[in-house]
Structure formats: C-alpha cells, structure tokens
C-alpha cells in the first residue's frame, strides 16, 4: 500500500507565504513525477505544479514566479513553497504521485488527502 500525507496549510493573509509538503510510504519501487493540484470551489481540480525524478518542473501561468516545486527523492517527498499568495490562491491542494509499487511494477497515481490553504484580502 501506498500513502501520500500532506501538511503545511492553513490561513495566511494576501502577500504571505505557506510551505506544503507530501510525504509518501509504502511499497514504493519507483516514482517518475509528483505534482500539486488544487481545486477552489465550484471549480475543477487543476495542476498547480509538476516535477520530474530529475527536476524538471512546470507550472500553470496564474503561479509562475510566486510557487516552487521541489523534491526530496531520498525521502519520496515534494515541496511547493508558496509566495506572494493572493485570494485566488484559495483552494484545497492535492499532492500527486504517479509511481511504481511493488505489488504490479505498473504506473499508478495516487493522491494525498488534501490540504486547505486560505488566502485572506
């Protein structure tokens, strides 16, 4: 079995900045890519952040310059440090990771339980 436990949101004014982090365990044999989402209400899950097992990130425009993603592969942990936050940043953020375990050795994707973060004006 594999989890993927979140921590780090919370209640921060505009202009602020919180740290999430996503630790994942289990029967873990390899992971390509872990990521954030985040999803506000009444609208759709949409990817935040996304890094390879090399490094490679990406983000959606509405976060380029105020969010880095970054990761731990010795301890199969992913980072997003969030600054300069803004209302809109509100949202629920899901961690993602698509890995092998060693129960099938095929890709899957699994998710984290979600942390609130609220960004107050």
Known sequence: QVQLVESGGGLVQAG???RLSCAASGSIVSIRTMAWYRQ???KQRE???TVTSG???NYVDSVKGRFTISR???NNTVY???NSLKPEDTAVYYCNAVLRDSSSY???TYWGQGAQVTVSS
């Open 16 to 18: 602020g900045s919180l």
């Open 40 to 42: 506000a209400p009444g």
């Open 47 to 49: 990817s935040v952040a």
């Open 55 to 57: 490094g490679s990130a």
């Open 72 to 74: 731990d592969n010795a």
């Open 80 to 82: 997003l440090q969030m």
């Open 106 to 108: 095929i890709l899957r």
